[in-house]
């Protein structure tokens, strides 16, 4: 960390694509809209290849640019080490970086595999004994109206939850002919739409009960196979294309599954990019013997909250609009009914992290809560791999 009277958090971020961008938004405006302990520095963004990190670094205002993320680790001009790389490298520049003494924020999920996430946990675990700060970037967590249900689920205002219901639909894989990017590649990603877009969902029924699940039971599928490779080898963003030949599609393409919490509720979870329509429509419901609560990240300013303990005649769900000072994080931000948006729970969450970690507290999501939901991941691939109804989750 610099010293008191700069009061800066030097950043190293490893990665550029799709959360490369979003982070360095955060990065950018965290302290331009929160009253932080000290100023974030957008101080060198690695990548693979020179030209196209030099571009990247100028694009979204990093002061340097390197194409070694283990010589940025070890820099001394860094403090944090923010990982936006695709999951099978965060296990080893997260390990480095604790071990260099940096403070890390991974991106979900946190690995591909649950040896890597406990490798990392225990990394973390250790590191914290040294004042080292680690956070996976749950950053759905830090939207207004998700933390609102948080607390409002933690006053007991729904009693006892009976249902989790939550769905993370999008559909931007649909067309056979979109190219076999890395998220398509087991060995890149580590799995489909249950790593990438299901990790949130697990995270979010977690975040907002407090509860864990004890195990699950489920099935994934893929509904195409063989895809275009992307221009310039299997290695593409979110949108390349246009390579020649083609290759496999190695992980899943949807995931269904259900779970018990550890206070009885009953779990349901689908993932899935063959939502045709659904772009980015997360959602959650929680049904409490007290009340429900229901959110649609397509309608991420609003939460939709039913108090059963009201007469019936005058109860129904009403919708809180989550932007009023007084609901997290949205008083750092603009007047009431003017609304957030994606980009803005990357910027709460950067200004979270970033009060952790100067006033040297361990922040949430941990790497533990990461490793968590690894389990709940692997248990539903074994679910799916396994004649067995049940996987327990240890
Ligand atoms: C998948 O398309 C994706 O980019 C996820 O990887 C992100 O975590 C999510 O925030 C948006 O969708």
Excluded at 2 to 21: L, P
Excluded at 42 to 62: P, S
Excluded at 85 to 112: F, M, Q, S, W, Y
Excluded at 295 to 318: I, S
């Amino acid at each position: 960390m610099a010293d008191d009277a700069g009061r800066t958090v030097r950043v190293a971020m490893v990665g550029y694509a799709f959360m490369g961008a979003a982070h360095s938004q955060g990065w950018r405006n965290a302290h331009r809209f929160f009253d932080l302990p000290a100023t974030p520095e957008l101080t060198v963004l690695c990548g693979r290849t020179a030209d196209a990190t030099e571009a990247a670094a100028r694009k979204l205002g990093w002061a340097d640019w390197a194409t070694d993320w283990r010589d940025v680790v070890e820099r001394d001009d860094v403090d944090v080490v923010d990982i936006c790389t695709p999951g099978d490298t965060h296990r080893d520049i997260a390990l480095a970086a604790l071990a260099a003494g940096k403070h890390v924020l991974c991106e979900k999920p946190l690995a591909n595999t649950v040896v890597e996430a406990e490798e990392m946990a225990a990394a973390a675990r250790s590191a914290e004994e040294r004042g080292v700060r680690s956070m996976v970037g749950f950053s759905y967590r830090c939207t207004p109206a998700l933390a609102l249900a948080r607390d409002l689920v933690a006053a007991g205002r729904l009693g006892r939850i009976h249902h989790v219901r939550a769905e993370y639909l999008q559909d931007w894989i649909v067309d056979p002919q979109f190219p076999l990017v890395w998220r398509l590649q087991k060995d890149k990603a580590g799995s489909g739409a249950l790593g990438d877009i299901g990790a949130h969902v697990v995270d979010l029924a977690h975040f907002l009960t407090g509860e864990r699940l004890t195990g699950v039971s489920g099935t994934l599928e893929r509904f195409v196979d063989e895809r275009p490779l992307p221009d310039g080898g299997a290695t593409g963003g979110l949108g390349a294309g246009g390579g020649t030949g083609t290759g496999p599609v190695t992980v899943d393409d949807a995931a269904a599954f259900f779970g018990r919490n550890e206070g009885g509720a009953l779990a349901t979870f689908v993932a899935t990019r063959f939502a045709t329509g659904r772009k980015n429509a997360m959602r959650i419901e929680l049904n409490g013997s007290d009340g429900s609560l229901a959110f649609d990240f397509e309608r991420l300013n609003e939460l939709q909250v039913y108090d059963g303990t009201v007469p019936a005649a005058d109860a129904g769900f009403r919708r809180i609009l989550a932007t009023e000072p007084d609901h997290p994080y949205a008083g750092a931000w603009w007047p009431p009914g003017h609304g957030l948006g994606y980009e803005h729970t990357f910027v709460n969450e950067i200004a979270d992290f970033v009060r952790a970690v100067v006033d040297g507290r361990a922040p949430t999501p941990s790497f533990d809560d990461g490793l968590y939901v690894q389990r709940v991941l692997d248990a539903v691939e074994r679910s799916s791999d396994a004649s067995s109804t049940w996987t327990a989750i240890s």
